[in-house]
C-alpha cells in the first residue's frame, strides 16, 4: 500500500461560511486555521495548500475570556528607532475587529509562503453579509 500525496493541482477547494457571534476567539481562530490548512480531510498533505476559502461574518461579536479585552495587549514596530507601539485588545475590538482575528488566525499558520497563500483565502467581515453569495458556500457551527 501507498501512501498518497495530494498535487495541487488536483484539489478541489470549497467555500464555508462561519458566525462568530458569541464566539470564543482562540476557539474559533483555531478551528478557522485547521480548516484553512486542510486538516479536516482525509487527504491532508502538508506541502500542498489543501485547505478551503473561509467566510468570517459578525467578526465584531466575539468575545474574549477572563480579562483578556482588558489585559492583552498587541505589539508592533514602526521600524524607526523607539518605534515600538502597542494596543490593547478592547480598544483593537472596537476600532478593527477583522485584524485581531486575522492576527489570531495567522499566528497558528504556517509561517513561510504557504501559510501566506492560506491567509489569503480568509475573508472577514465585520456583519451577516458577505459578497460571496455566487461561490454557494457552506454554513459551518463551531
Known amino acids: 500500500m501507498k501512501t498518497y500525496s495530494a498535487k495541487p493541482g488536483e484539489v478541489e477547494q470549497g467555500w464555508y461560511v ?3 457571534a458569541g464566539q470564543h476567539v482562540g476557539r474559533a481562530a483555531a478551528k478557522v486555521a485547521s480548516i484553512l490548512r486542510g486538516k479536516h480531510r482525509p487527504t491532508y498533505t502538508p506541502h500542498v495548500d ?4 473561509v467566510i468570517v461574518v459578525n467578526v465584531d461579536k466575539m468575545v474574549f ?3 483578556k479585552l482588558h489585559d492583552k495587549k ?7 528607532v523607539g518605534g515600538i507601539k502597542e494596543i490593547s485588545a478592547e480598544k483593537l475590538m472596537a476600532t478593527k475587529p477583522e485584524d485581531l482575528f486575522k492576527m489570531a488566525v495567522k499566528g497558528m ?6 501559510g501566506r497563500n492560506m491567509l ?5 467581515y465585520r456583519g451577516s453579509e458577505h459578497p460571496h453569495a455566487a461561490q454557494q458556500p457552506k ?3 463551531l
Open 74 to 80: 498587541y505589539y508592533h514596530h514602526t521600524g524607526y
Open 109 to 114: 499558520l504556517p509561517k513561510n509562503t504557504l
Open 50 to 53: 489543501t485547505g478551503e476559502f
Open 65 to 67: 475570556t477572563g480579562n
Open 18 to 20: 462561519i458566525d462568530l
Open 120 to 124: 489569503s483565502k480568509l475573508k472577514i
Open 139 to 141: 454554513s459551518i457551527s
